[in-house]
């Protein structure tokens, strides 16, 4: 039972490890959203990627001009607002996750890995929360551009999410992984002090 229990929390603390890493490769870089403009008023096809925190370079490749701030452009300002905190929260608390997750495994304490499985569990509801949050924000401002430029032209500009929001699904499941191997190693330590309660003298 104790090598069971010793595996169990050495994978739980890889994947916890590993989220952590996706989570943090995926807000760093610039591959969340890919664009590929090849109107024929281009001289030549514009491939743009945007970032988790906006187009790379301070690219617009839809319009000339900024849009007017209406309504359906405030709501997706609060919503990249939104995601901007919602992201690097769970990155953040998966790190004091870590640690809980450490001390609980050492103290082989019910309760501690309880506590700590939940906090790797609701770190991961925050990734899911911000990763969907995205993929809305995206599609609106995709429906925002259609109605600026026309299905004519909208024809011709290609998009498609990048390596990075795969990196942020990633971190997403291992969290959830890193939280269930969480509740097996609690169950286990749960099973052990039984067994040491009930052994004979």
Known sequence: MKAGFGS????????????FCFLALAIGTEYWYIIDDSR????EPEHVHSGFWGVSDDVQPFSDAPPDLSESTKHMQN?????AILLPLSLVLLVFGGICGLVSSLARSRALLMGAA???L????????????YISYSQQALEETEKRMGPEQMALVHTSFGWSMGMAWLSFILEVITGLLLLLAARMAQL???QETVAPI
């Open 79 to 83: 919503m990249h607002n939104v995601i």
């Open 122 to 133: 609701l770190c991961s509801l925050l990734t899911l929360s911000g990763v969907s949050l």
């Open 40 to 43: 024929t008023n281009l001289t």
């Open 192 to 194: 052990t002090q039984y």
């Open 118 to 120: 939940s906090y790797f």
């Open 8 to 19: 169990v929390v050495v994978a739980a603390g890889l994947n916890g490890i590993l989220s």
